[in-house]
């Protein structure tokens, strides 16, 4: 119980942090800025091709080392670490979803003499987004169970303290992993429910091809 309040705040930071970074991340593959679509695509690779444990352990450990620069304390380490990993995979979708809206809705809008700000906000991204949710409801889950990494930085979240209790009692093992094992799934409970809601809601206002 004493790591549950360290597991859901790191959760709750990542899924902020990670969903602002995937709408950016986004939006910046689909700008008419080349420089800007090469810097987010490069971003994207990087982080969806290495590890996340690698990646945590840059942010930690070697970028003090090897350029001198601090990104706070384990938390912020950790949060950063899982927000940028799953940041760059939710970018994709982001992407994918404002691509795969029907372009003749695109067309009627400009046939209204909407301005393309106006057509990404008022028809567009709403219809992007339904398409959006089943999609981010699986990334909710896989951020909780991302979280348990923050662990090797020191961090006191549940596995921590259920490896404390292991290395206390060997014998008692299967027990602590069996418990910790439950109270992960208790919290993913919400989130799989909430991720069924958006999955009804994605099949609403969703014009056809």
Same mark, same amino acid.
Do not use: H
């Given at each position: 119980?004493?790591?549950?309040?360290?597991?859901?705040?790191?959760?709750?930071?990542?899924?902020?942090?990670?969903?602002?970074?995937?709408?950016?991340?986004?939006?910046?593959?689909?700008?008419?800025?080349?420089?800007?679509?090469?810097?987010?695509?490069?971003?994207?690779?990087?982080?969806?091709?290495?590890?996340?444990?690698?990646?945590?352990?840059?942010?930690?450990?070697?970028?003090?080392?090897?350029?001198?620069?601090?990104?706070?304390?384990?938390?912020?380490?950790? %949060?950063?670490? @899982?927000?940028?990993?799953?940041?760059? !995979?939710?970018?994709? $979708?982001? #992407? =994918? /979803?404002? *691509?795969?809206? &029907?372009?003749?809705?695109?067309?009627?809008?400009?046939?209204?003499?909407?301005?393309?700000?106006?057509?990404?906000?008022?028809?567009?991204?709403?219809?992007?987004?339904?398409?959006?949710?089943?999609?981010?409801?699986?990334?909710?889950?896989?951020?909780?169970?991302?979280?348990?990494? %923050?662990?090797? @930085?020191?961090?006191?979240?549940?596995? !921590?303290?259920?490896? $404390?209790? #292991? =290395? /206390?009692? *060997?014998?008692? &093992?299967?027990?602590?992993?069996?418990?910790?094992?439950?109270?992960?799934?208790?919290?993913?409970?919400?989130?799989?429910?909430?991720?069924?809601?958006?999955?009804?809601?994605?099949?609403?206002?969703?014009?056809?091809?």
């Amino acid at each position: 119980m004493k790591g549950v309040e360290v597991t859901v705040t790191v959760l709750l930071a990542s899924i902020v942090l990670g969903y602002l970074m995937a709408f950016i991340a986004g939006f910046c593959r689909l700008s008419n800025n080349i420089f800007l679509r090469k810097f987010t695509g490069f971003y994207v690779e990087v982080f969806r091709g290495t590890s996340l444990i690698v990646q945590l352990f840059w942010l930690y450990y070697a970028f003090p080392i090897l350029f001198g620069i601090e990104v706070g304390s384990n938390f912020w380490a950790g %949060v950063l670490a @899982i927000s940028l990993n799953y940041g760059a !995979y939710m970018s994709e $979708i982001v #992407r =994918s /979803s404002i *691509l795969a809206v &029907a372009k003749g809705q695109s067309e009627a809008s400009t046939a209204l003499n909407m301005s393309r700000f106006q057509r990404m906000r008022l028809v567009i991204f709403p219809q992007a987004v339904r398409m959006m949710l089943p999609e981010f409801g699986n990334y909710l889950i896989l951020m909780l169970k991302s979280t348990s990494l %923050v662990s090797l @930085i020191g961090m006191m979240d549940i596995l !921590y303290y259920g490896d $404390i209790l #292991r =290395s /206390s009692n *060997l014998s008692q &093992a299967p027990t602590v992993f069996f418990l910790v094992l439950v109270f992960y799934f208790i919290l993913a409970l919400p989130l799989i429910w909430l991720t069924k809601k958006m999955e009804i809601a994605s099949k609403k206002g969703v014009a056809s091809q």
